[in-house]
């Protein structure tokens, strides 16, 4: 079972930043093409991008990169600097439409074959960050087979919307909640708006929290210091665990009995609840198997 709890965006035209990267405790390192780097530094981050993929692969991690849109004619010679056999799978930002990806499906294909890259095995995650992606995102979703997570990207989508950002987040409640939905139509994973207020770890914990009950797998980080919460709140608790495992002994003896219910702690327990159970041990066992 691949993790994906936590991503973190680095700055592909800062070095620094990259070296920093090979410490960093997320399930993936996003090294960021698009909205960090300004427009005279984009050759650099590029170049840059190529060198650090490899580097950071070298390190144990997983890496991905967020190439610019389709509509600014930087994507393929993005794409054609960096994919590679070291590359986990790209970012694609400011998707529209079902054409978007496989647009972008076809060119990672094209570049794989001339990359000497197995078909195929360069994963996305599509963003749904404006009201015509967020309208079409289980479809989105299913558009090519490389598609492993949806996210939704909260300051591009109030922007479409023409309506304030806001700490509280209110005014992205509803769209916000709509993803999740749509990434487990598409079985695929769902990465819950990166949170800007890094220096504050109790608002962090408590929106991170709020994304893991609407349904999301994961969350982006901005920030480093952002890691540990965003993997504790996204990983089954000790609590949690060990109730499952308590659900999971009752369950057993019921159905020995040859009962398909039982009542404990005062709740029902049927085949839905045994199901969430089995699938927070396995969850469990990746994490602890991944070693964080």
């Known amino acids: 079972m691949e993790l994906f709890r936590s991503f973190i965006f680095v700055p592909g035209n800062r070095a620094n930043m990259l070296e920093r990267a090979r410490n960093f405790n997320s399930d993936v390192i996003m090294v960021d093409l698009e909205d960090s780097v300004p427009p005279g530094e984009k050759e650099t981050a590029r170049e840059m991008a190529k060198e650090w993929v490899p580097a950071l692969k070298k390190e144990g991690k997983r890496v991905m990169v967020r190439v610019n849109s389709l509509d600014t004619g930087l994507t393929r010679q993005e794409l054609e600097a960096v994919v590679s056999p ?147 709140t996204f990983s089954p608790s000790a609590e949690e665990i060990a109730y499952a495992r308590q659900i999971m002994a009752a369950w057993e003896e019921a159905e020995a009995a040859g009962r398909g219910s039982l009542a404990m702690d005062g709740r029902m327990v049927d085949v839905p609840v045994v199901k969430r159970a089995q699938n927070l041990l396995a969850f469990a066992d990746a994490v602890e198997a991944q070693g964080r």
Do not use: C
Not at 130 to 155: C, H
Not at 179 to 196: E, G, I, Y
């Open 86 to 232: 070291d590359l986990y799978g790209i970012s694609l930002g400011k998707v529209e439409s079902t054409w978007n990806m496989r647009d972008a499906d076809r060119m990672l294909s094209s570049i794989e074959h001339l990359a000497g890259v197995e078909p195929g095995s360069i994963k996305m995650v599509a963003w749904a960050e404006t009201a015509s992606a967020l309208v079409d995102a289980r479809d989105i979703a299913t558009a090519s087979k490389r598609v492993v997570a949806l996210a939704f990207g909260a300051e591009d989508f109030t922007n479409d919307m023409g309506i304030e950002r806001t700490d509280t987040g209110e005014e992205v409640r509803v769209p916000r909640s709509l993803v999740p939905v749509a990434a487990r139509a598409a079985n695929v994973a769902s990465l819950d708006s990166p949170f800007v207020l890094f220096q504050d770890p109790d608002a962090l914990r408590a929106d991170a929290q709020r994304a893991r009950q609407m349904g999301y797998t994961g969350k982006f980080a901005i920030h480093p210091a952002q890691l540990d919460i965003i993997n504790e």
